[in-house]
């Protein structure tokens, strides 16, 4: 009887754990607030710079979840926390047969909703595996005609600030030349550095500054104690999610907004991110030790 009553509370918790995690986690995004105080800040105090990435739009809300009506909500959210910047880290389609019905192509669709995305110093992209599989050229095209800034493996100064910007293209896809995009910036410049897939922070030399990826969705499944279960990256699996420290830059990865392959998350929930960025404090200066007395 007693083993017969566990096997039921077992299948119990695994259908609640299904349900959960299909039609509840995966729709429940959380906005992040992070705080980061960065030595030797050059950039206005208290800079704030979204991030959203992984969109996955789709005409299969069911499945693929990111549905335009879904997407127009986060952005009036996103939109109301008043960013200064907004970057948004590749990954915009999720259907390889779209089909459009506010716009005669998937792309102009989509932009026309992140085109309503508005940040005083610029909305900015770089493109993800699924945005060069659908057509790279005809995506640029269309975020920019949506006023979105599109770089790719390119640097600018942001207008107004001492700070840089550098998009990097994808990793997965061979798109990825961070040189290319590094070269750019003046020697000793502060950068923010985006990028679509982890792993080309493995590539990513000294910056000041601040890197941020997506790509991996946390792995959508995250397991306690044991971490992501896939990461689709060449990036470590400890790089699934958070905070990464590689080659003295400080990098965030974001979980993103929507999902791939299963529309399944379990302990990931979705996310967009706002940093705020600051001045690290000063380190107190060591006493100075008392002079030397030399005895008669």
Known sequence: MKKRWIAWFALALLLATAVWSVAVEPRWVVRRDLAYDMPGWAG?????VAVAGDWHFTKRGWWRVMTVERARALVEEINAARPDIILLPGDFI????YRPTEAATPEDEIAGVLGQLRAPLGVHAVLGNHDYWHGPRRFKSALRRGGIEVLE???K???GTDLWLAGIGDHSTGH???????SLLPAGAQALVFMHDPASLRELPRVPGLAIAAHTHGGQ???PGIGALIVPSDAPRSWAHGWVSHNGNTAYVTSGLG??????RFNMRPEWVLFTL?????APAAPTPPAATIAP
């Open 259 to 264: 999902v791939s392959i299963l529309p399944v």
């Open 176 to 182: 990825s030349h961070v040189q290319a995009a590094l």
């Open 278 to 282: 600051n001045a690290a404090p000063a």
């Open 153 to 155: 493996n390119e640097a």
């Open 221 to 223: 499944v995250f397991v």
């Open 94 to 97: 999720s259907d390889r047969d």
């Open 44 to 48: 206005p105090p208290g800079l704030k």
């Open 157 to 159: 100064p942001i207008p």
